[in-house]
């Protein structure tokens, strides 16, 4: 069955370390990739799309890398924040665009 | 611009009860979904639509029921509330429904089903 699994549930990162947080996924080829922040209490905000093609895109201290070979996703955090404390959730649109997926997500703790 | 605007924020119902979960955007977006998100298990599809008059079910759709009669309002109907209906509800919307980039969800409904 198609599955899209985030490597933990929770990561503590001292603060101005770099975050790394992983989304695999197996048995199916997504166009692309999305990643997602998400607060207590508040709906998903979008943070960064990467299509099959591309193997790296940056938006200021964040990075996302796909590898199609190995159905995997990794997003970096560099100099890391107590601000930067959230729920990431990785996203795929399976056998159509129409139909977006998401991942469980991991809960990233930034400590002082 | 107020994006997507759900309402209630929360609600309780007994079991057998019916009720409407209102989703509106004011951003012309022709894609709209409903997802729920259950504590480890992530957000789950339930319906989505692709433009006015048109709908389809998602991963997880038996229990509710949607219509699009317009671009801008997308409600979820649950016509007979369960137990395990007890979720946090998203609307969300993106611009094109083909390409599906970049949603933009609500702030959420909890409801809870007694």
């Known amino acids: 069955s198609q599955k899209i699994e985030q490597n933990s549930e929770a990561l503590n990162i001292q603060e101005g370390k770099t975050a790394t947080l992983t989304c695999n996924y197996t048995n199916y080829s997504p166009a692309y990739l999305q990643w997602y922040r998400q607060d207590p209490g508040r709906g998903p905000v979008f943070l960064l799309l990467i299509r099959e093609n591309e193997k790296e895109k940056r938006k200021e201290r964040l990075k996302v890398t796909f590898d199609t070979t190995l159905k995997q996703s990794l997003f970096h955090i560099t100099a890391s924040q107590p601000a930067d404390s959230a729920t990431y959730l990785c996203?795929?649109?399976?056998?159509?665009?129409?139909?977006?997926?998401f991942g469980s997500g991991t809960r990233l703790s930034i400590r002082p | 611009n107020a994006g997507v605007t759900q309402t209630p924020k929360f609600q309780v119902l007994k079991t057998g009860q019916s009720m409407t979960l209102q989703c509106a955007q004011d951003?012309?977006?022709?894609?709209m979904s409903w997802y729920r998100q259950d504590p480890g298990m992530g957000l789950r599809l339930i319906h989505y639509s692709v433009g006015a008059g048109i709908t389809d079910q998602g991963e997880v759709p038996n229990g509710y029921n949607v219509s699009r009669s317009t671009t801008e309002d997308f409600p979820l109907r649950l016509l007979s509330a369960a137990p395990s209906q007890t979720s946090v509800y998203f609307c969300?919307?993106?611009?094109?429904?083909?390409?599906?980039?970049?949603?933009?969800f609500g702030s959420g409904t909890q409801l809870s089903v007694l």
């Open positions: 969300a919307s993106s611009y094109d429904g083909l390409t599906n980039e970049k949603l933009f």
């Open positions: 951003m012309n977006h022709e894609y």
């Open positions: 996203a795929l649109d399976r056998s159509s665009a129409s139909k977006i997926i």
